[in-house]
Structures are given as C-alpha cells and as structure tokens.
C-alpha cells in the first residue's frame, strides 16, 4: 500500500532514491577498498623495482659492432645503446620534443594520465571508435623494461601498476633519463645517443632542432619511420612533431620554420649489401673465437672497404646476363681483403664464395703441375701434345689440334688437355689428390684419370687458398677474417695469430709453379688478367662453359673470381680467359695500386742432379735413364751407371760421393740451419721427361698456339 501525505497524494519514490543511495554507498565502498588495494600493489611493486643504477646497466641483448681492417665501423649486429647520457648532457630540443610529442603532460600526472585516459573514454562514449588510450612516458618505459608488447588489458594494468610505482620511486628527472637512454628508435638503435650515431653520424649531445624532431618521430613506429626504410616518411613524421611543439608552446613559430628538415644529412646505411658475404662467413666463427660473452664487443675485421667496393664493382661488372659471380682476395697471411658473395646480397644471400661446390676447369691443373715439379719435372722440359687414351679415357684439346712437342711452360700456358692427362699418368691421380689436399681442397676428391681436367668440385675460398700457397713460396695460407675482438671498453677478449710454420712443399716446386703461372698470363690463357705488373694465374673452363675461372697473384694479393649460373646451366662465351680474367684485372689494378711491384721469384732451381740425377755431372750419357731409392741414391742399369753408395757419405771426400739426401738439398740451397723442415717425397720410378737441347731458345716467350683450353 503506497504512503500518503497529508493532501492525500503519493509520496515521492523512495524506493528509487533509496536504491541510488545504495550505489552511491557501493560505489565508494568498492572505490576506497579499490584504492587501498591499489596502494598496496603500488606499494609492493616499488619495493622490488631495482635501484636506478641497475636500471642503467641492464641492456637488452648483446651488441656486436664490426670494424673494417681500417677501423671503420661496418655494421651493428643487435641491440645498440651508444653512449649512456645524463639527464643534463641530453639537448633541451630532443627532451622537449619527445614529452611534447609522446606526454604533454608528463610533468604533472602521477605516472598515468587521466586527463588523457578520460577523454579517451568519452571519444569512445561517442562513437569515436574503440578505446584506445596512450601511454605516458612512465607506462612506455615500464612496459619497454619489464614486460611485453601484448594488446591486453591486463598487460595495461600491469603497466599502470608499474608506472605508478616508478613515479614514486624515480624523480621525473630520472624517469626522463632512463627512457631517453632505453627506448627504440628503429633499426637496432636503442636511445638518443645510439639513434644519433645510427642516424646522423654523430653524438646526441649535438642534436639539431630537426634531428630532434626526427628521432622523437620514430617512437610510435620505429620500423616505419626509420631513416633507413623511409627517409621521406621519416621527415613527414617529424614536420608533426615540430606542429605539435609548436602547439604547447615549447618553440615558436619562427623556430618551427627555421628547422630545416631537408637540409638534414642522413648517415649512409651500412652492411646491406656486398659487405654482409663477408660478416655472414666472418661473425659466427665468433662462438669458437671467445667464450660465453653478452655484453657488447667489439669485432675488428681484416675487411679492406676499398677492396670490397672494387670486388663488387668487378663482379658486377663483368658477370654474363643472368649469371653469378664470386670474388675472394686473400693478403699474404690470409687475411681476407675482399669476399663477394653474388652479384646483389640483398636479392640473393646465398655466398657463392664460401658454399657453392663448382668445378674448377683447368684451375685444377695447378695441382698436377705442383706434383710434376715435385715429382722432377722442370718448365722446360719436353713434352708430347699429341692424342692419348687411358684406361678408355681419351681427352682431347678444345679445339682438337694438337702441337707436339713442346715444353711443359707451354703445354701450361696454353692448357692442353692431352699433356695433363700424361702427367697424370705418369705421377699417378692420388698424387695429385693428395697435393690438392696438402693445399686446403676440402671437398671429395676423385681419382678417375679425368680429375687431372677439373671433374671435382671444389669452393672458390679453397682454390683462393691454394694459390694462395704457390705464392708464398709453399707455406700453407689459413683464410681468416677477424683480427681481434674486445669489449666496448677496449678489454682484449681474442687476437689472431697468423701461423706461417707449416711448409707445404719445397721452394723449389712453387718457383717453378710460379713461372709456369706468370706464363700463362704473358702469353696464354690469362693474357686478359694482365695489369702492368708481374702477376701470375690460372683460368679455367668446364664443359658447355657452365662455370668460368681466374685465380692469380700480385705484390701479395691472391685473388679468385668465379662465374656461373646456379642451376649449373651453360652461359654463352663464359670462359675462363674472358669476363673472369677481366673482372680479375679491374679489381687488381686497385687491389695493388699502393703496393710495390714485386717481381716473382722463379729463378729458384735445383741443380740436375740433385733431383734427378744426370750423368752430364757424374755418371754418363745424357741418353741413360736414371732412377733414385728412397734415400735418393741412384740405382738401376745402364751405360756409365755407378753402383749404388751405401752409408751417409762424407761431404768433400772425392773417395766417397756424397749422398743425394735431403741434406744434401738443405746444403745446396743454404737451408742446413733450418729447424723442422718438411720431408719431400722423392719421385717413383718413371719414364725419364726428354730434356731441351744444348742452349736452347728460352721458351718464355712461348710460340703462339690457339688457347685449347678456353678456346679463343
């Protein structure tokens, strides 16, 4: 029954204001305990946040910086943070510009902006969308340290927590300071220091009203408006933050005006390109290298900036149309110098250099000939062009001519096919093989009678590294590309140590390699790597021109170039004589441009008799064949022929000949002090090798035959 007044009428709905009284009273009650519930998470939370100077020595992640051999930084691997700048060394204009931009209000609100937060929820009350409110710079900093970028509303309670707890813990100050220093500013740049550097090329101390403005742009989407994706986008984003400090009065008008932003010069981007060959085969030998490390290093490289840009340019440059190409030059130590990988990294980062398995041609024939020379064979012996079938192989010239006999200086120069697969014969394939070994070929190597003509496949850095060994007169080159490796403030963690003890072969073999290499550059083959100055090389040539070669050395520079397609496809013209031996030449000329010309040292030769014995100078006709032991005494028939010695012999007793022992070899060429020197295998039994007549023409200048092997 409804309560009357004393009119008779209904009184007001009490039931009504009684129920809004209930909320009201619920409201606050939930309110309070809400409060007081928020008071203590505030409360716990600061009092496990860390001090401010953990905080300051807390990077997340490691970063790698790379130096060319010079010292020029080459790329940033990983989180960046440059320089750690106090509070008071950060320009005005950058600190303006950021709290303009990303909290306006930053100096009065406790950590979360409910100015912003309330207006955000009216712009949606009114159909503005769904609610999204922006984060504070306390909030931005919270969730950059301790948590995720997820898109939760727990993720953003956490992070109102947090934020709270860090106003009361930090000053503003403070606060300001370690965003300044944390946030990301795109492109592995982590605070203003590391984004100037990355950016502009120089400290953040000096910024600029509009590289200011370009930085504190590239917080709301660093991957966007990164100088490096998109300097145009970068620019227009930064045309809204000088308005926007425009607007809250931090600069004028005339100042908004007077900054530039096309007048701003942008650091070139570095390590996109051919230089990433490099540091993808250089960095990761960096787990062997140094322990366990994660703060930032420092890595010095052998890399030569000049080099690479001439590899590049010579690949480039000289790759048949929808070819690839690959360039490794190795110092005299094996320092890397220069590694191209392919024609273009960014579209393709497959490392032709280091990983494709191609077939070398006639570059093989370098490990024939070094087991000839070791085996007793000299340049200007006689040998026979002519056709030869071995074991139902029977190999043939490119151009199917054959030139008879001719010495072995010329059957290289000009590559004949015929004469390797003799030689191949004669010193037997797993000789070759086990030279190719000797000289860093890492790959399966076949023993068929063909492998003498390049059927195996080899990596182009291998073949770069056993010339590399001729070069240096026999002593086996180990490629490497890092120098040392210290932390970001100068402690040695790694030095290399270029180990040059280890000899491959006698001086003697590599004299006479070289001299048959500089051949073939002079007159034959390689006549298109030439450049002015001594250089010594191989081309070669696989079959249909399916894969182009040049590999050679200068004044201490051995560098190789390799041209094919991937799919193994032949490219028209491809050969070895031609756009290999050409880009070979355009990256030399500046390779070797500040080095000394240094004239080859071919001249080393062993006297007849002391590799092979000849009985002009002791025991006869020059038509007897004579044959040597294990220990390097002559044995065997034949005319003027001297039984074989037993005992060591005494040096200078003219009743007892000295025997023909490695000492022997050590005395002649003044080595006898040498520690430690590598046993030469003495040559088999074999077929003597016819030599030239009494004073003959020197055949340096070699007639001038068709190049069989690369066919021009």
């Given amino acids: 029954m409804a309560v009357k007044d004393k009119g008779g009428t209904a009184a007001p709905r009490s039931g009504a204001r009684l129920w809004f009284w209930r909320i009201v009273k619920i409201g606050a009650a939930t309110s309070f305990f809400g409060l007081i519930a928020l008071v203590v998470a505030v409360a716990t939370v600061m009092g496990s946040l860390p001090s401010f100077n953990d905080l300051k020595s807390s990077p997340n992640g490691q970063m790698i910086l790379v130096k060319a051999a010079d010292g020029t930084e080459i ?115 982590y605070g203003v220091d590391s984004a100037s550097r990355k950016f502009f090329n120089h400290d953040a101390t000096t910024l600029s009203l509009a590289e200011a403005a370009i930085i504190a742009g590239l917080v709301k989407a660093p991957s966007r408006y990164s100088p490096t994706a998109d300097s145009e986008a970068a620019i227009g984003r930064a045309g809204v933050v000088l308005q926007v400090m425009q607007d809250v009065g931090t600069i004028t008008p005339a100042q908004a005006a007077g900054a530039d932003l096309d007048a701003v010069k942008f650091a070139p981007e570095k390590g996109q390109n051919s230089v990433r060959y ?95 020379l070791e085996a007793g064979y000299k340049p200007e012996d006689i040998v026979t062009d002519a056709p030869i079938t071995i074991g139902g192989w029977t190999p043939r010239n490119s151009g199917g ?35 190719a070994r000797r000289f860093g070929i890492t790959t399966p190597i076949t023993t068929l009678p ?37 932390t970001s403030k100068g402690e040695l963690l790694y030095q290399h140590e270029a180990d040059m003890s280890q000899v491959l072969v006698p001086p003697y073999v ?119 032991d294990e220990n390097g005494n002559p044995v065997g028939q034949g005319e003027g022929l001297s039984p074989p010695q037993t005992g060591g012999g005494i040096p200078g007793d003219p009743q007892q000949p000295e025997r023909l022992d490695e000492n022997f070899i050590d005395r002649a060429l003044g080595r006898d002090t040498q520690p430690q020197r590598p046993q030469v295998r003495q040559a088999e039994p074999r077929p003597p090798v016819r030599r030239p007549p009494p004073n003959p023409q020197d055949d340096r200048v070699a007639p001038r035959f068709r190049d069989e092997d690369e066919g021009q």
Avoid: C
Wanted: proline share 4%; hydrophobic share 40%; glycine share 10%.
């Fill in 75 to 189: 790329m940033q691997l990983g989180p960046s943070f440059g320089e750690w700048l106090e509070i008071e060394d950060i320009p005005q204009v950058m600190k303006d510009a950021m709290i303009s931009v990303e909290d306006r209000r930053f100096a009065y609100h406790p950590g979360v902006d409910v100015i912003g937060i309330g207006r955000a929820i009216f712009t949606t009350a009114s159909g503005g969308g769904r609610l999204r409110a922006t984060s504070t710079i306390t909030q931005q900093l919270a969730r950059n340290i301790f948590l995720s970028n997820s898109r939760s509303y727990t993720r953003k309670i956490r992070e109102g927590i947090l934020a709270l707890a860090l106003e009361q813990k930090f000053s503003k100050d403070q606060i300001l300071e370690l965003y300044l220093n944390k946030v990301y500013f795109g492109g592995g740049a």
């Fill in 278 to 372: 490099f540091t993808d085969w250089a960095l990761p030998q960096l787990d062997t290298l140094i322990e366990g490390n994660d703060e930032p290093i420092v890595v010095w490289t052998t890399l030569d900036l000049a080099m690479q840009r001439a590899g590049t340019n010579a690949i480039q440059a000289y790759v048949p149309s929808g070819a690839q190409g690959a360039l490794v030059a190795l110092d005299r130590d094996g320092a890397v110098r220069a590694m191209v990988g392919g024609t273009d990294y960014v579209t393709s980062n497959y490392n032709r250099a280091v990983s494709a398995l191609r077939q070398p041609g006639s570059a093989w024939k370098l490990f024939v000939y070094m087991a000839a």
């Fill in 401 to 435: 001519s054959y030139a008879g006999d001719i010495s072995l200086r010329t059957a290289f120069a000009y590559s004949k096919n015929t004469v390797a697969a003799r030689i191949g014969e004669d010193v037997g394939t797993s000789t070759i093989a086990n030279m």
């Fill in 450 to 486: 063909s492998m003498v003509l390049g059927s195996s496949e080899v990596r182009v850095i291998d073949m770069v590294r056993a010339f590399a060994g001729v070069s240096s007169g026999g002593v086996a080159i180990a490629p490497y590309g890092i120098t040392k490796v210290t």
């Fill in 510 to 628: 590599t004299a006479g390699m070289t001299d048959l290499l500089q051949t073939a550059v002079n007159v034959g083959t390689g006549r298109a790597a030439q450049i002015g100055r001594p250089v010594a090389g191989k081309t070669g040539t696989t079959n249909s021109n399916k894969d182009g070669w040049f590999l050679g050395f200068s004044s201490g520079i051995t560098t190789g170039v390799w041209m094919g397609r991937d799919d193994a496809r032949p490219v028209g013209g491809l050969q070895g004589g031609t756009a290999p031996a050409r880009a070979f030449a355009a990256f030399m000329k500046v390779a070797v441009a500040k080095r000394k010309i240094e004239p080859f040292e071919t001249e080393l030769k062993l006297p007849e008799s002391e590799l092979e014995p000849d009985d002009e100078a002791y025991f006869g006709s020059p038509d007897d064949v004579i044959f040597i």
